[in-house]
């Protein structure tokens, strides 16, 4: 037996059958439309990008042939020459003020980083193009260069270049000699004999020596010099006490050498006095020697107590020596004058004819030879001739002067 068929089901047995099939797009006529338009934008507006590229490109047949045909093209690279140009100027002027203000290694530091800025601008600018084309023209408009400001600013640029180079050198000196005179410092300090302080002594007064030679037109030279007083003052206190007892040291060595010195003039002198008589020529070479002796005794000060006595004690030797050398030089020189003029007077008497010979006239010259003679010296070379001449005149008194003796001893000793 059938069921009877519900309300719904006979109305789904009404709908009919309509066979479906998928759905086609359209052709998208609008997306190639757009394509196009962005594709011909693209080249309106990437052409002429690409062409003033390549027109300022910095090649000299690039940038020669458009400056001659189309010098607007190059408007960007004149822009860029124009921002670089002022940068280049105003770089380097304030570079020149941090470097000659400056005070602290920070303005030095900031005049080297204006220095760069500089120098990047200057290396920036096509100077074989400014040189041929200086100036350009399109339409009204105009662009020109003005060399003269910008090779100051590169003369500036060069001269601060070395300028600087000069403050780093000298910075470098000053913090060398720094650490140079504190270490010097402390070798002093550590040092256990006087040898080691007097070598420490001298290494540190050189070091600050040369921290006096570091230009004082840099920042590190006016740094040194405001800071060698101190050292200098440091140096002072603590090797003051050294100094003295080094100079004392010295003083006494120098005394010692200057005595050792005059000994040997000394001892050379009484040499040479030994077995007189001597000549006068003798005499006044061993007198030199006394005088040289004399003079380094004199030479040596009171600052070395000790050498200073010693030096007086032999002085008042010395010079007793000198005193009677000069009299047996004196007596040597007067000795050998009587003898020869004893010897002229013997000729003018043996002169006298032989009726005449026991004369007043004679007797009076033959005393006037005794006379002479007699102020002869004891001691001198001349004394024994004098003699032999007394006894041969004494001898030949009452003889005829065919008989007098012969003046074998004319001749003078040498002076």
Do not use: C
């Given at each position: 037996?059938?069921?009877p ?29 757009f ?8 080249l ?6 690409a ?5 300022n ?14 010098p ?8 860029s020459i124009?921002r ?9 002027n ?5 470097l ?15 220095l ?17 084309f200086?100036e ?7 662009w020109?260069?003005?060399?003269v400001?910008?090779?100051h ?18 910075t ?7 650490q140079?005179i ?8 550590q040092?256990?004999?006087?040898t080691?302080k ?6 540190w ?16 030279g006016k740094?040194a010099?405001?800071?060698q ?31 050792e ?5 000394a001892?050379q002198?009484?040499?040479a006095?030994?077995?007189p008589?001597h ?5 006044q070479q ?29 002085l ?5 020596n000198?005193g009677?050398i ?5 007596a ?22 032989p009726?005449?010979f026991h ?6 010259q033959r005393?006037?030879?005794?006379h002479t003679?007699?102020?002869v ?34 001749i003078?000793?040498?002076?």
């Open positions: 037996m059938t069921q068929q519900t309300q719904n089901q006979t109305a789904e047995e009404d709908i009919p059958f309509i066979p479906t099939y998928p759905l086609k797009s359209s052709p998208p006529l609008q997306t190639k439309r394509g196009m338009r962005a594709l011909k934008g693209l309106w507006v990437g052409l002429p990008i062409v003033v590229t390549i027109a490109l910095p090649h000299p047949t690039v940038r020669r042939s458009v400056a001659q045909t189309a607007i093209l190059l408007l960007p690279s004149y822009i124009e670089n140009y002022r940068g280049a100027i105003a770089s380097a304030q570079a020149e003020q941090f000659q203000n400056a005070k602290t290694l920070e303005d030095l530091d900031l005049g080297q980083q204006q760069r800025k500089a120098q990047q601008h200057a290396a920036a600018l096509p100077i074989w193009f400014l040189e041929e200086p350009a023209k399109w339409g009204n408009s105009n020109q260069w003005h060399p400001a910008l090779n600013s590169l003369v500036t640029i060069k001269r601060l270049k070395t300028r600087l180079s000069r403050e780093r050198e000298a470098t000196q000053l913090r060398q000699l720094e140079g504190h270490g010097l410092k402390w070798d002093y300090i040092s256990s004999t006087q080691d007097k070598r420490a002594i001298a290494d007064k050189t070091a600050l020596d040369k921290l006096g030679k570091i230009p004082r037109q840099t920042l590190a740094t010099q405001a800071q007083t101190l050292y200098e003052r440091e140096f002072q206190q603590h090797t003051q006490k050294t100094q003295a007892i080094t100079g004392t040291l010295e003083h006494r060595q120098q005394s010692k050498t200057l005595i010195g005059a000994w040997q003039f001892w002198a009484a040499l006095s030994q077995n008589p000549s006068a020529a003798q005499w061993i007198e030199v020697l006394w005088e040289r002796a004399i003079s380094l005794l004199e030479s040596i000060t009171p600052d070395d107590l000790e050498g200073y006595s010693r030096a007086q004690q032999f008042a030797k010395y010079n007793a000198l009677q000069r009299v047996r030089r004196q040597e020189q007067e000795s050998v004058e009587m003898l020869e003029q004893a010897q002229r007077q013997m000729e003018r008497w043996l002169g006298i004819s009726n005449e004369s007043q006239r004679a007797e009076a005393q006037g030879i005794i003679l007699e102020k010296q004891p001691g001198t070379t001349a004394y024994p001739k004098a003699r032999k001449m007394r006894i041969s005149i004494d001898a030949n008194n009452q003889n005829i002067p065919s008989t007098s003796p012969k003046m074998d001893n004319k003078a000793p040498k002076r």
